[in-house]
Nanobody
Framework: VQLQASGGGLVQVGDSLRVSCAVS????????LAWFRQAPGKEREFVAA????????IFADSVKGRFTLSGDGAKNSATLQMLSLKPEDAAVYYC????????????????????WGQGTLVTVSS
């Protein structure tokens, strides 16, 4: 299973940006996909997750209302749309896949995900 994250870049505070994760070797229709992020000197933190079966989607409180997560079954990929970016959103964003449908209560835990992408850098300039 391979995950390819893309779409990071340098934006200004208040701008929007999309990061995508293309998955090969595993169909996402029976999986759970999540985004995590890690800023320099900080621990990795959960951002958002989506379970195809049942369509469950959850977000960290810090991004709720600003970020959306959507899946594309035909492309076996997912896109994290980020609006109204803040300096504290700057980080390396990682997508991760669990090869099963996680219950909502477990979707935010990194240990539940077996496969990880290489990360894409999001820089927010003020």
């Amino acid at each position: 299973v391979q995950l390819q994250a893309s779409g990071g870049g340098l934006v200004q505070v208040g701008d929007s940006l999309r990061v995508s994760c293309a998955v090969s070797g595993r169909t996402l229709s029976t999986s759970t996909l999540a985004w995590f992020r890690q800023a320099p000197g900080k621990e990795r933190e959960f951002v958002a997750a989506f379970r195809w079966r049942g369509g469950a989607t959850i977000f960290a409180d810090s991004v709720k209302g600003r970020f959306t997560l959507s899946g594309d079954g035909a492309k076996n990929s997912a896109t994290l749309q980020m609006l109204s970016l803040k300096p504290e959103d700057a980080a390396v964003y990682y997508c991760a896949v669990a090869p099963r449908g996680l219950i909502v209560g477990r979707m935010r835990f990194g240990g539940e995900y077996e496969y990880w992408g290489q990360g894409t850098l999001v820089t927010v300039s003020s």
